[in-house]
Nanobody, 127 residues
């Protein structure tokens, strides 16, 4: 299993950025997927999750600003960050749960259910 992120970088407050995750080595269509983020000294938190059918859920902190999507044919997942804020500065991780679930339970899946992580992509938002 491999999850490879791309698209991180620096952006000014109010700007936009798109993160991408390329997946390989497993039956991508059988898994809900998610994006998490982490800042120094804080727990890794779930940001957005997408089911196999493309339906999605979001953390309250990013709802209305971030958009998660997936392309099952190309085995990719994206996270579009709009109207970013300095508090969005973090390392963002693409994640796959341990168990095969086409639909995430409830509002996503917790860190404890993550089976595989991407390498992380730094997003820095300046004010």
């Amino acid at each position: 299993v491999q999850l490879v992120e791309s698209g991180g970088g620096s952006v000014q407050s109010g700007g936009s950025l798109t993160l991408s995750c390329a997946a390989s080595g497993f039956a991508y269509n059988d898994y809900c997927m998610g994006w998490f983020r982490q800042t120094p000294g804080k727990w890794r938190e779930g940001v957005a999750f997408v089911n196999a059918d493309g339906t999605s859920t979001y953390a309250d902190s990013v709802k209305g600003r971030f958009t998660i999507s997936r392309d099952n044919d190309n085995r990719t997942m994206s996270l579009r960050l709009n109207n970013v804020k300095p508090e969005d500065t973090a390392i963002y991780y693409c994640a796959r749960p341990t168990s095969s679930l086409r639909r995430c339970r409830g509002s996503g899946f917790p860190v404890s259910d993550v089976g595989f992580w991407g390498q992380g992509a730094q997003v820095t938002v300046s004010s």
